[in-house]
């Protein structure tokens, strides 16, 4: 299995986006990106943190690829709105990728060019790419949240 580790906004349709993908053993949400060890939910909400809220995706690269994940990523938000998604504005919802390796970074940087120039967006893509930091597990009424709820989306 291999990690992958992605930010686009609230973390639970993101999760549940990537839970759904045939390849993908698991999934979990915290916080990763910041300057505070061990945040909760509450500080990084406040943006003073730095965290992003990301999902750690652990797959099978026989069953998924990489560049699978990397779709559906760019498919589940809009990668042009800094520190935004929706209603839901903050660094905490950045865009962002943290790659595991070169090979995840390469792949990062080449799909997002192929994106910026594919003219699907009218304005430049913001998404950051930058090596993996620590992950921070977040509280585990955030797992599965909308699963756990029945819910298909963040905005059911």
């Known amino acids: 299995m291999q990690k992958a580790i992605f930010g686009a906004g609230c973390f639970w349709g993101v999760e549940l986006t990537f839970s759904k993908i045939e390849g993908v053993g698991s999934t979990a949400v915290g916080y990763c990106g910041g300057k505070v060890p061990d945040p909760t939910y509450e500080i990084v909400c406040t943006g003073q943190s730095d965290h992003a809220e990301v999902v750690l ?24 709105t ?34 910026q120039m594919s003219g699907k967006y009218k304005t430049d893509i913001v998404t950051e790419i930058v090596p993996t930091e620590q992950f921070y597990r977040a509280e585990e009424y955030h797992q599965k949240y909308l699963e756990a709820r029945g819910l298909g989306g963040c905005n059911s």
């Not at 995706?57 to 042009?80: I, N, R």
């Not at 935004?84 to 970074?105: H, K, L, N």
């Open 57 to 80: 995706v652990e797959f099978d690269p026989e069953k998924v690829s990489f560049d699978k994940l990397l779709d559906a990523f760019w498919s589940l938000h809009d990668p042009t």
């Open 82 to 115: 800094l520190n935004r998604q929706g209603p839901d504005i903050g660094t905490q919802y950045r865009s962002v990728i943290f790659f595991q390796d070169e090979e995840q970074a390469t792949l990062s940087k080449t799909s997002k060019d192929n994106l």
